[in-house]
């Protein structure tokens, strides 16, 4: 009788300890990336003031030289490449101050639903791509910072519209429950290669040609939804083998926020990562 009591105890211990492993495994991976948001964070305030002034003397005199040779072909292209450069600089040091600014949040209770629709009112929608909002919400309420939340879902939308270049199916899906609220982008595109997924959420990482993207979008997103204490995850396939392609990235918010004080300790680099989970 004791030796089957004995085999089931072990089993039932191996389970627990590969449930264990698996949650281990999975806090580990969310710390080191806020470890690395933090620590980007501390950089991007004092790097992107120290390129705003001298980025803004190129940018104003690459624009009067374009304004002074607006007929001389040759010098026009080369002042042409410079100012966008220069613009492209500077889009990359907005997306740094946004990144170093989510130490703070103004929470307001916010129709979800409404917020979702005024953003797609407001995104240009590329050919051959059909929209579908799929709205399950019956209570759409939820306090948060509504501007940072629309700067998550016009990130997300726009990721979703370039990843169908051919046109293809967008759709946003709205549920919840009491506690919390659930926004989900869903895309039909080319999908994201499996040894992408893990890098996504970092500060300058992007699969997009150079005109195309930064690559702070999504670390910003990542950023805003943590201070709201929710989370963002992502599901995708970019194999035809494995099914239909396409990404789709949900956004769990809690529908109460967080204590303001909470938000405002979040600033420092430790703090930040007791906030996580």
Same mark, same amino acid.
């Given at each position: 009788?004791?030796?089957?009591?004995?085999?089931?105890?072990?089993?039932?211990?191996?389970?627990?300890?590969?449930?264990?492993?698996?949650?281990?495994?999975?806090?580990?991976?969310?710390?080191?990336?806020?470890?690395?948001?933090?620590?980007?964070?501390?950089?991007?305030?004092?790097?992107?003031?120290?390129?705003?002034?001298?980025?803004?003397?190129?940018?104003?005199?690459?624009?009067?030289?374009?304004?002074?040779?607006?007929?001389?072909?040759?010098?026009?292209?080369?002042?042409?490449?410079?100012?966008?450069?220069?613009?492209?600089?500077?889009?990359?040091?907005?997306?740094?101050?946004?990144?170093?600014?989510?130490?703070?949040?103004?929470?307001?209770?916010?129709?979800?639903?409404?917020?979702? $629709?005024?953003?797609?009112?407001?995104?240009?929608?590329?050919?051959?791509?059909?929209?579908?909002?799929?709205?399950?919400?019956?209570?759409?309420?939820?306090?948060?910072?509504?501007?940072?939340?629309?700067?998550?879902?016009?990130?997300?939308?726009?990721?979703?519209?370039?990843?169908?270049?051919?046109?293809?199916?967008?759709?946003?899906?709205?549920?919840?429950? $009491?506690?919390?609220?659930?926004?989900?982008?869903?895309?039909?595109?080319?999908?994201?290669?499996?040894?992408?997924?893990?890098?996504?959420?970092?500060?300058?990482?992007?699969?997009?040609?150079?005109?195309?993207?930064?690559?702070?979008?999504?670390?910003?997103?990542?950023?805003?939804?943590?201070?709201?204490?929710?989370?963002?995850?992502?599901?995708?396939?970019?194999?035809?083998?494995?099914?239909?392609?396409?990404?789709?990235?949900?956004?769990?918010?809690?529908?109460?926020?967080?204590?303001?004080?909470?938000?405002?300790?979040?600033?420092?680099?430790?703090?930040?990562?007791?906030?996580?989970?």
């Amino acid at each position: 009788m004791c030796l089957p009591y004995t085999i089931e105890r072990l089993r039932q211990t191996v389970q627990n300890l590969a449930v264990s492993k698996e949650k281990l495994a999975h806090t580990q991976q969310i710390l080191v990336q806020a470890e690395k948001l933090a620590s980007m964070g501390q950089l991007a305030a004092g790097i992107a003031h120290e390129l705003n002034n001298p980025l803004g003397v190129v940018l104003m005199y690459a624009h009067m030289l374009l304004e002074e040779h607006a007929h001389d072909g040759p010098i026009k292209e080369d002042l042409s490449l410079i100012a966008a450069q220069a613009d492209r600089c500077k889009k990359i040091v907005a997306g740094l101050l946004h990144f170093a600014r989510q130490n703070k949040t103004t929470q307001q209770e916010t129709d979800i639903a409404q917020l979702t $629709e005024g953003v797609l009112r407001l995104i240009p929608i590329t050919n051959g791509v059909t929209v579908r909002l799929v709205n399950e919400l019956t209570d759409p309420l939820a306090s948060v910072d509504r501007d940072q939340i629309t700067q998550v879902l016009n990130n997300l939308i726009n990721n979703a519209l370039q990843a169908m270049p051919q046109g293809g199916e967008l759709t946003i899906r709205l549920w919840g429950d $009491e506690d919390e609220i659930r926004i989900a982008v869903h895309d039909t595109g080319m999908g994201i290669a499996k040894e992408h997924l893990a890098k996504i959420f970092e500060p300058f990482f992007t699969t997009k040609a150079a005109e195309k993207g930064t690559g702070m979008g999504l670390a910003v997103s990542y950023g805003i939804v943590k201070m709201h204490r929710g989370n963002i995850t992502v599901e995708s396939n970019a194999g035809p083998s494995g099914g239909p392609t396409g990404s789709t990235f949900t956004v769990t918010l809690p529908r109460h926020g967080a204590p303001q004080e909470t938000l405002s300790q979040a600033a420092g680099n430790q703090d930040f990562l007791e906030m996580i989970e």
